[in-house]
C-alpha cells in the first residue's frame, strides 16, 4: 500500500485573529490543519484579494488571490490554480463546505483524477451545482462535525459518512487563576438567530454582559444596543486570540442561547453545527449555558459541564444564569468537569487521529501512527 504523502485543506476564507469569523468555520478548518501538520505534510489552500504563501509552524498556507466569486457571492470562490491540489501521488483533498461551487468542482476532477477527495460542511454555502442535483455521491466520504450535523445531511444511514467533532487546543484554552469576574459573556457572530437579544432580555439585575463579536448584521447590531440600554452590556467587537482566552477564564459563565426562531420570526434549521465556543470555554474550565437546539446537547452534559434551557425562553435563561453565578463552588464544579469532557472528546489531536483513519480507509494509502 502507498504511504500518505500529503493532504489538502480547502476552504472559502482563511481566518484571522482579529479580523475573521469568530468561532466559525474557518477557525475550525485552520486549526485541524494546523495539527494535522504535526502528523503529515498538509496545505491549507484558501482565497482573497491577494496572493500569499506563508508557513505557521509545520502547515503551508497558500492564498490564490486570483479568485472568481461566484454571483459575487465572496464565501463562493473559485479559482484556475486551486486544481494544483490534485497533483501529485499519495495526497487526499479534503473540502470545508460542500454547497460551494469550488467543493463540486474539485469533487468532480478529483473524480476523473482518481485524487480521494472528502468532504466537511460547515454551514453556509452559495449558488452551486447540487441546487439541481445531489453532490454527495462524488465524495469518498462525508466526516460531520456533529451527529446534528450526520442527521441534518440524511446521511445516518449512509455508509461513508462519519462523525469526526471539533476540538480544542487544551495548552492555548487552559484555565486561568481560580478568581473569576461577575461578568457574564457572549463569543460568536451578531447574528438573529444566536439569540443575543433574548440573553440581554434575560440578563439579572446587576449582572454584567460581555459580547464579542463581529458585526454581521447591523440592523440587528443597533437592536442589541437599543435592547441593552440601562443594563451593563459591554460590546468588545472582535479580538484577538490572547484577549478571547483571558475572557473566557474570567468570566463566571459563557452563554450561547441560540434560537431556531429569532425575535424577526425567521427561522432557521442549522442555527449551529457544533458549537465551538462553548468548547473553548469548557476547556477553560468555565461553566456554560446553551440552548436546546441543533447540536448544543452534544456538547453540554446538562447539570454536569453546564445548563441547558428552552430557546427563546428568558425566564428559565435568567434561571440558570443565576442558578450558576449563585454558588462559587458549583460554578467552579461543572467548569472542571467540562474541561475533563473537552480533553477526554473534543481535543484537536482525537480529530486528526479520526480525519487520518478515514483517509486511510477511503483511499487506500497507509496513515502516520
Same mark, same amino acid.
Given at each position: 500500500?502507498?504511504?500518505?504523502?500529503?493532504?489538502?485543506? +480547502?476552504?472559502? =476564507?482563511?481566518?484571522?485573529?482579529? !479580523?475573521?469569523?469568530?468561532?466559525?468555520?474557518?477557525?475550525?478548518?485552520?486549526?485541524?490543519?494546523?495539527?494535522?501538520?504535526?502528523?503529515?505534510?498538509?496545505?491549507?489552500? !484558501?482565497?482573497?484579494?491577494?496572493?500569499?504563501?506563508?508557513?505557521?509552524?509545520?502547515?503551508?498556507?497558500?492564498?490564490?488571490?486570483?479568485?472568481?466569486?461566484?454571483?459575487?457571492?465572496?464565501?463562493?470562490?473559485?479559482?484556475?490554480?486551486?486544481?494544483?491540489?490534485?497533483?501529485?501521488?499519495?495526497?487526499?483533498?479534503?473540502?470545508?463546505?460542500?454547497?460551494?461551487?469550488?467543493? !463540486?468542482?474539485?469533487?468532480?476532477?478529483? @473524480?476523473?483524477?482518481?485524487?480521494?477527495?472528502?468532504?466537511?460542511?460547515?454551514? #453556509?454555502?452559495?449558488?452551486?451545482?447540487?441546487?439541481?442535483?445531489?453532490?454527495?455521491?462524488? %465524495?469518498?466520504?462525508?466526516?460531520?462535525?456533529? $451527529?446534528?450535523?450526520?442527521?441534518?445531511?440524511?446521511?445516518?444511514?449512509?455508509?461513508?459518512?462519519?462523525? +469526526?467533532?471539533? #476540538?480544542?487546543?487544551?495548552?492555548?484554552?487552559?484555565?486561568?487563576? /481560580? *478568581?473569576?469576574?461577575?461578568?457574564?459573556?457572549?463569543?460568536?457572530?451578531?447574528?438573529?438567530?444566536?439569540?443575543?437579544?433574548?440573553?440581554?432580555?434575560?440578563?439579572?439585575? @446587576?449582572?454584567?454582559?460581555?459580547?464579542?463579536?463581529?458585526?454581521?448584521?447591523?440592523?440587528?447590531?443597533?437592536?442589541?444596543?437599543?435592547?441593552?440600554?440601562? *443594563?451593563?452590556?459591554?460590546?468588545?467587537?472582535?479580538?484577538?486570540?490572547?484577549?478571547?482566552?483571558?475572557?473566557?477564564?474570567?468570566?463566571?459563565?459563557?452563554?450561547?442561547?441560540?434560537?431556531?426562531?429569532?425575535? %424577526?420570526?425567521?427561522?432557521?434549521?442549522?442555527?449551529?453545527?457544533?458549537?465551538? !465556543?462553548?468548547?473553548?470555554?469548557?476547556?477553560? =474550565?468555565? /461553566?456554560?449555558?446553551?440552548?436546546?437546539?441543533?447540536?448544543? /446537547?452534544? +456538547?453540554?452534559?446538562?447539570?454536569?459541564?453546564?445548563?441547558?434551557? /428552552?430557546?427563546?425562553?428568558?425566564?428559565?435563561? @435568567?434561571?440558570?444564569?443565576?442558578? +450558576?453565578?449563585?454558588?462559587?463552588?458549583?460554578?467552579?464544579?461543572? #467548569?472542571?468537569?467540562?474541561?475533563?469532557?473537552?480533553?477526554?472528546?473534543?481535543?484537536?489531536?482525537?480529530?486528526? @487521529?479520526?480525519?487520518? $483513519?478515514? %483517509? #486511510?480507509? %477511503?483511499?487506500?494509502?497507509?496513515?502516520?501512527?
Amino acid at each position: 500500500m502507498r504511504s500518505l504523502q500529503r493532504v489538502t485543506h +480547502i476552504v472559502p =476564507a482563511l481566518f484571522k485573529a482579529g !479580523t475573521g469569523v469568530v468561532g466559525g468555520a474557518e477557525r475550525y478548518v485552520l486549526e485541524l490543519a494546523r495539527h494535522m501538520a504535526e502528523r503529515v505534510p498538509t496545505t491549507l489552500m !484558501t482565497f482573497g484579494d491577494q496572493s500569499l504563501r506563508e508557513r505557521q509552524g509545520n502547515l503551508k498556507i497558500v492564498v490564490l488571490g486570483d479568485a472568481y466569486y461566484v454571483r459575487g457571492q465572496r464565501f463562493n470562490p473559485v479559482a484556475l490554480k486551486m486544481f494544483g491540489a490534485l497533483k501529485g501521488t499519495g495526497s487526499v483533498v479534503h473540502c470545508h463546505q460542500q454547497h460551494v461551487l469550488a467543493s !463540486t468542482l474539485m469533487a468532480i476532477q478529483g @473524480r476523473l483524477r482518481g485524487v480521494p477527495v472528502f468532504v466537511t460542511d460547515l454551514g #453556509g454555502g452559495g449558488w452551486d451545482l447540487s441546487a439541481w442535483f445531489s453532490t454527495d455521491s462524488l %465524495y469518498r466520504a462525508h466526516l460531520h462535525i456533529s $451527529e446534528y450535523s450526520l442527521h441534518q445531511h440524511g446521511h445516518e444511514t449512509r455508509a461513508n459518512a462519519h462523525v +469526526i467533532h471539533g #476540538g480544542v487546543d487544551l495548552a492555548r484554552f487552559s484555565p486561568g487563576a /481560580p *478568581k473569576r469576574s461577575d461578568s457574564l459573556l457572549f463569543v460568536g457572530r451578531l447574528l438573529p438567530h444566536k439569540g443575543i437579544d433574548v440573553l440581554i432580555e434575560a440578563l439579572p439585575e @446587576r449582572a454584567k454582559l460581555k459580547i464579542i463579536g463581529g458585526e454581521a448584521d447591523p440592523a440587528y447590531h443597533v437592536r442589541l444596543r437599543e435592547l441593552a440600554a440601562g *443594563k451593563e452590556v459591554e460590546f468588545l467587537g472582535v479580538v484577538e486570540d490572547a484577549q478571547l482566552v483571558e475572557e473566557y477564564r474570567a468570566a463566571s459563565c459563557v452563554v450561547l442561547p441560540s434560537v431556531y426562531r429569532d425575535m %424577526y420570526g425567521n427561522t432557521t434549521d442549522v442555527p449551529e453545527l457544533l458549537g465551538q !465556543t462553548l468548547l473553548e470555554a469548557m476547556a477553560t =474550565a468555565t /461553566p456554560v449555558i446553551a440552548t436546546s437546539v441543533a447540536s448544543l /446537547p452534544e +456538547i453540554v452534559v446538562d447539570g454536569q459541564t453546564g445548563l441547558i434551557v /428552552p430557546p427563546n425562553d428568558s425566564y428559565a435563561l @435568567r434561571t440558570a444564569i443565576e442558578r +450558576i453565578c449563585g454558588s462559587g463552588e458549583y460554578a467552579a464544579a461543572m #467548569g472542571a468537569r467540562g474541561r475533563e469532557r473537552v480533553a477526554a472528546n473534543f481535543t484537536w489531536d482525537a480529530v486528526v @487521529r479520526r480525519c487520518l $483513519e478515514l %483517509y #486511510g480507509r %477511503y483511499s487506500g494509502f497507509t496513515t502516520p501512527e
